[in-house]
């Protein structure tokens, strides 16, 4: 049948190579014969052996310095949803139950036909986006839920296209604060990224009800070791021509990811406690963070969370001991927050609260959009609305300017 259809000219495909061995006699030999065709792509059945099956497309789909990846289209029996994650996570573009036929054959090298394009960052036609970097050397100083919802609310100003990413890779539980259970998460991102697409890509990222994109962290810590520095830094450049704002939860540690996406970074908010050994690590840490960051002066912001007037340390003190402005303050709001993290409902979409408010005014100041201005705009609105009269016509009105009303 594949045969068939590669004959058929209508289908621009050609048989580069036909290999009729099963996989478990399958050798160098053979895949050395299987390079030097050099296909766009690769069918491969694993009906007889999927595991087998499965390593040899992950060795396919890997690549090397020396070799590029190549694609692979899978055939088989019906497929359980963990043979299907496994296929995928594994490099396989599309998997097709058996029997097949030329219809179903042909909308599947149809679908993987847009993907095989080299990636370019920026393809989608606008400038590349921003990546604001959350972070603090401190557990349990809120940095987390401040990221959540700043993006939601960016989102919400902007009405610009958000991502959310979980770069906590060992704890993340950015989805935990959405309420979601995503499928997948970035480390199978990161193991699939040779053969990223806008369309792949889509398939990785879930999307919240506020309209904000998430790329989580995964569920099983032990699946963080597999990522490296110079993977954060080709991701993420690659992010930031698919969005307009990529807001990334980092861990709280100095892992070389972390420095790696502070690196790529254009915004790094530090987020403190005033308290003194939260105030000490972001002393300590200062340094290092600024090493990796081209313009640090510009790019790192301190946000002081759980802000109370009446605090024992005074902003100014925190100034002068950081060394560093307070770019915004976040007020002490804790039975919302809490309330909003055991539901998993952002506090942001949960009517008006303190910690709602100050989170509005930070990201009104991060995109340039005075309060006022923003006032300003709902008072004329409200006046326009209570001086309209929605049954008369045009006409009726400007009869009325002319004085014949």
């Known amino acids: 049948m594949v045969q068939a259809f590669c004959r058929d000219s209508e289908n621009a495909v050609s048989l580069a190579l036909d290999l009729n061995v099963e996989i478990g006699v399958f050798n160098a030999t053979h895949l050395a014969e299987l390079r030097r065709a050099g296909p766009t792509f690769v069918f491969v059945d694993l009906e007889h052996d999927a595991d087998l099956g499965l390593q040899l497309i992950r060795a396919l789909a890997g690549g090397s310095d020396q070799v590029p990846p190549t694609p692979v289209v899978a055939f088989g029996p019906p497929a359980s949803a963990e043979l299907l994650l496994a296929a995928m996570r594994a490099g396989v573009l599309e998997y097709l139950p058996k029997p097949v036929d030329a219809v179903a054959l042909r909308e599947a090298t149809d679908r993987v036909r847009p993907r095989l394009a080299p990636l370019v960052a920026g393809s989608h036609g606008h ?33 610009r296209r958000v991502l959310l990413v979980d770069l ?30 806008s369309g792949l890509l889509a398939s990785y990222i879930e999307q919240h009800k506020s309209g904000v994109h998430l790329l989580s962290a995964p569920y099983h810590p032990d699946r963080a070791a597999t990522v490296s520095e110079e993977q954060i830094r080709k991701i993420l450049r690659y992010l930031k021509g698919q969005y307009d704002y990529i807001v990334i939860d980092t861990s709280k540690s100095f892992a070389p990811t972390s420095l790696a996406a502070f690196e790529q ?50 902003l100014a003190d925190v100034e002068r001991t950081l060394g560093l402005p307070v770019f915004a303050t976040v007020g002490n709001d804790y039975e919302a927050v809490i309330r909003s ?12 609260s303190v910690y709602g408010r ?16 923003e006032l300003s705009t709902s008072l004329m609105h409200r006046i326009a609305s209570a001086f309209r009269t929605p049954k008369q016509s045009q006409a009726d009105i400007r009869g009325r300017e002319d004085g014949r009303g």
């Open 358 to 373: 100050d989170v509005k005014r930070m990201v009104r100041l991060l995109v340039g959009k005075p309060e006022q201005e």
């Open 265 to 314: 970074s254009d915004q790094v908010f530090l987020v403190a406690t005033v308290d003194l050994p939260n105030l000490r690590n972001i002393q300590r840490a200062l340094p290092l963070i600024k090493r990796v960051l081209p313009r640090p002066t510009e790019q790192v912001r301190l946000v002081v969370n759980r802000y109370d007037e009446n605090q024992e340390i005074p």
């Open 127 to 159: 400038e590349d986006g921003k990546i604001l970097a959350f972070f603090s050397p401190k557990g349990g100083s809120g940095s987390t839920t401040l990221a959540v919802n700043t993006a939601i609310n960016l989102h919400q100003v902007t009405r």
């Open 341 to 352: 993290i055991n539901s998993g409902k952002p506090v942001i979409l949960n009517g008006k």
């Open 168 to 197: 906590d890779a060992e704890l993340g539980e950015i989805s935990l604060l959405l309420g979601m259970q995503p499928k997948f998460n970035f480390v199978d991102l990161v193991q699939n990224f040779h053969r990223m697409d």
